[in-house]
């Protein structure tokens, strides 16, 4: 628990008591990932087609839906020719904080970098919502001044 406080302090944040903020900003979903498909709009009406809650297409294709319905969304998405590369549950923000603003976007990046490069921590949740974007031009910004040996 050190290291963590320490990150969270580090980046202006504070680390409040276990459990207490997923009892109130996040649900407990299923996720489950599929493989980037020929059609993303043919996979999004395979989606509406299942009791899936809800989906996005980012880094990866995330598809939540309740614990009651994850094997109907499962095979539903399979059955339609879908590969589900993992599912698993997970934590989800009831409500999500647009971050718009480069330096706010640079130093929640920089703060999510130390909880990975970190050997206790092994997920992270959050609610920021930051545009595509400026997500690439953070990481474009952390790249060109990374130190190289």
Known sequence: APSIRHIFSAFGGNMWESGSVSNFAFDYK???VVEEPNSRE???LAIMETSAE???FWETIEIVTE???LMSVKNSLTQAGYTVREYS???RAKNFTPVIDF?????L???LKEFDDDEDVETVWNTADISEELWKEVEQYVEARRFRT
């Open 89 to 91: 549950l997970g934590y």
């Open 109 to 111: 990046y920089s703060m």
């Open 30 to 32: 299923w996720r489950i």
């Open 42 to 44: 043919e996979l999004e």
């Open 67 to 69: 614990r009651e319905h």
């Open 103 to 107: 330096d706010t976007a640079l130093k």
């Open 54 to 56: 809800d989906y996005t």
